[in-house]
């Protein structure tokens, strides 16, 4: 289940940032998304939050710390998800 839905993120993550150029087999569900790793920025981070928002129904604060942690990865986001959801 949880490699389903980091599968489906990675694919909403290509899709929403137009990142035609990756795979989700190219991402790792624990690399870093923002800098390092993935080398998103603030602009992607609000894009794909609102991506998030639409799929799964989930929103978060923009500055929030726990914000940033569910951001931190493929991985990190999956379980955020998750965790909303089965509420």
Not at 21 to 33: G, K, N, R, S
Request: aromatic content about 4%.
């Amino acid at each position: 289940m949880q490699e389903q839905l980091e599968l489906e993120i990675k694919k909403l993550l290509i899709d929403s940032l137009s990142l035609e150029d990756l795979t989700p087999e190219q991402i790792d569900t624990q690399d870093a998304l923002f800098v390092k790793g993935l080398g998103l920025d603030s602009i992607d981070a609000l894009e794909l939050g609102l991506a998030l928002q639409k799929r799964y129904g989930v929103s978060m604060s923009a500055d929030s710390e726990d914000t940033r942690r569910h951001f931190g990865s493929i991985q990190a986001l999956a379980q955020f998800v998750s965790a909303k959801r089965s509420k």
